[in-house]
């Protein structure tokens, strides 16, 4: 994990300036020669090959041997030397143009760099990168000629290869670094062993993965003190050129990040999409890193789930569909502003473009014995032409049951309310499938479809479990936790705990042991009883 100052003292390590003088330039003056890219936003000003530099120089030393005088570059006299291999007139031709361009540094690109790249699909014609690179490993600066001093600037590399030992096919003249560094984003997960590997710098602080999460939410309640500060919207609108609030299909992680800050909440839907929540009301799916989908209403999680949520109060929900339609407009104002026609009775979509979808979810308002339909939600992305979670269900084997969690965890429950000892969130080491910063400075964790854990100051406060968090996701058996069993009769409840010790309201019942507060609730069954149907264990 890198955070930012460690990324700054390992690009000057990368770029560091040695003494050698650049054609007669002071070292302050010398423009480094580097291997990797720097870890920030940075522009291309020029690329050079190896077959452009041979070219230029070939020209320029037979116009010298025409010339009884040597050329002389910024009062430092350079001579072509029969002997000079490719890569050394690659420098001396980057150097050049480095210096009339005003570049600030300049990198030497290896064969397998370029491949890279080339897969990056960039679109752009100014070449804005944000590269995320692996730290650089420190280069090796032994010259092996003697005169390199006198020919290079701020030379750290190797003559004819990178630092990795691949061969070197071009020179890129950089500009400085246009906005603050980010840390490498990088989501690699493996279900089998449970763990990821990802790391991030944000406004000056690093954000960790939390077991199998992008984040560590629980970082954040710490102390009862909001660290997250989230920029503002850069905007209000969507469309398909800007996206929405400036977050387009094909972004990737850190664009996501970088434009709108720490998610409240973080689920794992299969092996490639991951789904990010911000507040309530922003729903934004991610594949493979790229951004998929984005949407305002909630196709995932239970109404009730998501009352624990933290709100964002930045305001998602005045979005205006290309500037002119946002909720509560009606279908007439719809139709006489978007270029779209309904795709069923309460989906308005706009034509395609480039197999990108922005649909307006409609609702019927009756007011005054006026019926009509209005804008309610939006959807924009690849929706798959069947809705935008077509393919971004949650897979079963993520939200199925875990006894194993259960055993433990009441076993830690038990022992915990008779010693009055905290359990705390680095005592249970299971995987959490969801995890979200709570109201009130909690953490909310999400093991499977049936069991919820509701963390404070990283110190287990309450735990929940029903059939299922999830739409979509369909109870699959009974969930058990210790003597208690979904479907358990009232009898079988009261006959456990003892009718002085219940406290009974209805369907629900309170039940006091120890410093343990049981809450459960009954629901009637198929054939009318009423049977426990959800349980609720708060810690005190």
Request: proline residues 2%; aromatic residues 8%; glycine residues 6%.
């Amino acid at each position: 994990m890198k955070t930012i100052i460690q990324l700054s003292i390992s690009a000057l390590c990368v770029a560091s300036i040695y003494s050698s003088n650049a054609f007669g330039e002071t070292p302050s003056e010398a423009i480094p020669i580097v291997n990797s890219y720097p870890d920030c936003n940075y522009e291309v000003l020029k690329e050079i090959t190896l077959q452009d530099a041979a070219s230029r120089l070939l020209h320029s030393d037979n116009d010298s041997q025409k010339d009884s005088n040597s050329s002389s570059v910024s009062g430092k006299q350079t001579q072509s030397d029969g002997n000079t291999d490719a890569v050394s007139l690659l420098k001396q031709a980057a150097l050049l143009d480095a210096k009339e361009l005003g570049a600030s540094q300049i990198v030497l690109v290896s064969s397998e760099q370029l491949s890279d790249n080339r897969d990056e699909n960039e679109e752009t014609s100014s070449k804005i990168r944000s590269f995320e690179k692996t730290s650089a490993a420190k280069l090796d600066t032994t010259d092996s000629d003697s005169t390199a001093s006198d020919s290079t600037a701020s030379d750290t590399t190797n003559s004819n290869t990178t630092a990795f030992g691949n061969t070197i096919v071009s020179a890129s003249l950089i500009s400085s670094c246009n906005s603050k560094a980010l840390a490498k984003i990088g989501v690699e997960r493996n279900r089998l062993l449970g763990t990821t590997k990802v790391s991030m710098s944000y406004e000056y602080s690093t954000v960790i993965k939390g077991r199998d999460m992008t984040f560590d939410f629980a970082d954040y309640a710490i102390g009862g003190k909001k660290e997250v500060q989230n920029p503002k919207l850069k905007n209000q609108v969507i469309s398909f050129d800007n996206g929405v609030f400036g977050v387009k299909v094909e972004d990737d992680l850190s664009m996501l990040l970088e434009t709108l800050g720490t998610p409240t909440a973080e689920l794992i839907l299969n092996d490639t999409n991951t789904l990010y929540v911000y507040g309530r009301n922003l729903w934004i799916v991610v594949r493979n890193n790229k951004v998929k989908s984005i949407q305002s209403h909630n196709t995932w999680l239970s109404a009730g789930l998501i009352n624990y949520f933290e709100f964002d109060d930045r305001p998602f929900l005045a979005w205006q569909v290309n500037g002119s339609i946002g909720r509560g407009d009606d279908v007439k104002s719809i139709d006489a502003n978007l270029d779209g026609n309904l795709k069923e009775e309460y989906t308005y979509r706009l034509a395609a473009k480039n197999g990108v979808f922005i649909d307006i979810g409609l609702t019927l308002e009756i007011a005054n014995e006026d019926k009509r339909y209005v804008a309610k939600d939006f959807a924009y992305g690849y929706l798959d032409g069947n809705g935008p979670t077509a393919d971004s269900e949650i897979a079963p084997e993520i939200t199925n049951s875990k006894p194993s969690i259960y055993e433990k965890i009441h076993t830690d429950l038990t022992e915990a309310s008779q010693t009055l000892e905290p359990i705390t969130i680095d005592q249970f080491s299971f995987t959490p499938i969801l995890a979200a910063r709570g109201y009130q400075d909690k953490t909310l964790h999400i093991y499977d479809r049936s069991l919820a854990m509701v963390y404070s100051n990283k110190t287990l406060r309450k735990l929940i479990v029903r059939d299922s968090f999830f739409k979509n996701v369909l109870p699959k058996g009974k969930w058990t936790f210790g003597p208690l069993q979904a479907g358990m009769n009232e009898e079988d409840v009261t006959a456990l705990f003892g009718e002085e010790n219940i406290f009974a309201l209805g369907d629900y019942w309170e039940i006091y042991v120890d410093n343990l507060k049981y809450e459960l609730y009954f629901a009637e069954n198929e054939k009318g009883a009423m049977v426990l149907d959800e349980l609720e264990v708060e810690m005190f």
